[in-house]
């Protein structure tokens, strides 16, 4: 079946970067974006960006800007979600969803703590 | 702050009708932009619930519903049962950003 399936949940310190990922199967992993999205402890969701799994072309939400890369493995079919100088407010769950303009699939999400 | 907004709760008693309104401005919902909306039950990632305003992917209730109008959107569900208690997001593209953005979110509780 069509699923995305994220990498475990990480513990950094603040200043520090994450990379999570986020592996597709059961599609054409380039027939689809990857969108990202935050979502701190009891809070709303925060669009971060999507990148256009076939060519690489990324777009990044203002909020996340000069933070965020996405990157994208086609031959693995895992996208990746790197966030660097990570500060308390950064502890959140990051989602992966699949689409173009409505994201259709999600993965399970990936729980980031940053904490000293 | 959202650029879409959203009342922060709704409630209604089983087998009642709710609406979750989206408001948005002449850069989104105005724009044409289509209106996607998800259901986010406690602990879980999002689902999407409808797409392209009024459209709902297989397996979703027909009790969902949406519908836009001018600058903004709503979600009706009819027939309340106690599982559809969650939050509920709305999101569409804005040109201003040129991006895509959510809601603030709708927490739907089933009295």
């Not at chain 1, 000069?66 to 500060?87: I, K, N, Q």
């Not at chain 2, 919902?29 to 289509?34: E, K, N, P, S, T």
């Not at chain 2, 600058?71 to 201003?96: F, H, M, P, R, V």
């Amino acid at each position: 079946q069509v699923q995305l399936v994220q990498s475990g949940a990480e513990v950094k310190k603040p200043g520090a970067s994450v990379k999570v990922s986020c592996k597709a199967s059961g599609y054409t992993f380039t027939d689809y974006a990857m969108h990202w999205v935050r979502q701190a402890p009891g809070q709303r969701l925060e669009y971060m960006g999507w990148i256009n799994t076939g060519n690489g072309n990324t777009k990044y939400s203002q909020q996340f800007q000069g933070r965020v890369t996405l990157t994208r493995d086609t031959s693995a079919s895992t996208a990746y979600m790197e966030l660097s100088s990570l500060r308390s407010e950064d502890t959140a769950v990051f989602y992966c969803a699949r689409g173009r303009f409505h994201f259709d699939i999600w993965g399970q999400g990936t729980m980031v703590t940053v904490s000293s | 702050q959202s650029l879409l907004t959203q009342p922060p709760s709704v409630s209604g008693a089983p087998g009642q009708r709710v609406t979750i309104s989206c408001t948005g401005s002449s850069s989104n919902i105005g724009a044409g932009y289509d209106v996607h909306w998800y259901q986010q039950l406690p602990g879980t990632a999002p689902k999407l619930l409808i797409s392209r305003n009024n459209n709902r992917p297989s397996g979703v209730p027909d009790r969902f519903s949406g519908s836009t109008s001018g600058t903004s959107a709503s979600l009706a569900i009819t027939g309340l049962q106690a599982e559809d208690e969650a939050d509920y997001y709305c999101q569409s593209y804005d040109s201003s950003l040129s991006n895509s953005m959510f809601g603030g979110g709708t927490k739907l509780t089933v009295l």
